[in-house]
């Protein structure tokens, strides 16, 4: 059967790079089902897709990851869709997660 390759395999100098970060935001989804583990951020159906709440909060890791920068102070909520409470609960997990992945101060 047909395996994937992960892009350790692919290329082993992307270990640690920009590239990896699905890493940090597996990271960031166990933090945030540590924290309130009712959070709804797969798919109901599959478990492994993500909802709205886990497309937001990977984006945020994914931003933070980029540029060093706190997602704290972005504005999107998908047209109003996701409430301003869990907006900053992701965004204080996508931040701290990021932090202790890079020990640096966003």
Do not use: W
């Not at 309130?36 to 890791?61: E, F, M, N, R």
């Not at 972005?74 to 020990?103: C, M, P, R, W």
């Amino acid at each position: 059967f047909f395996k994937q390759k992960t892009a350790y395999e692919i290329m082993p100098s992307l270990v640690g790079s920009e590239m990896c970060i699905r890493d940090r935001v597996g990271i960031a989804f166990e933090n945030a089902y540590k924290e309130k583990p009712d959070i709804k951020l797969h798919k109901h159906y599959d478990g492994t897709h993500p909802s709205l709440l886990g497309t937001y909060l990977a984006a945020s890791v994914v931003f933070s990851s980029i540029t060093h920068k706190s997602p704290k102070n972005i504005k999107y909520n998908y047209y109003d869709a996701i409430g301003d409470s869990d907006i900053e609960f992701l965004q204080t997990i996508a931040h701290e997660t990021v932090e202790d992945f890079y020990s640096i101060d966003l």
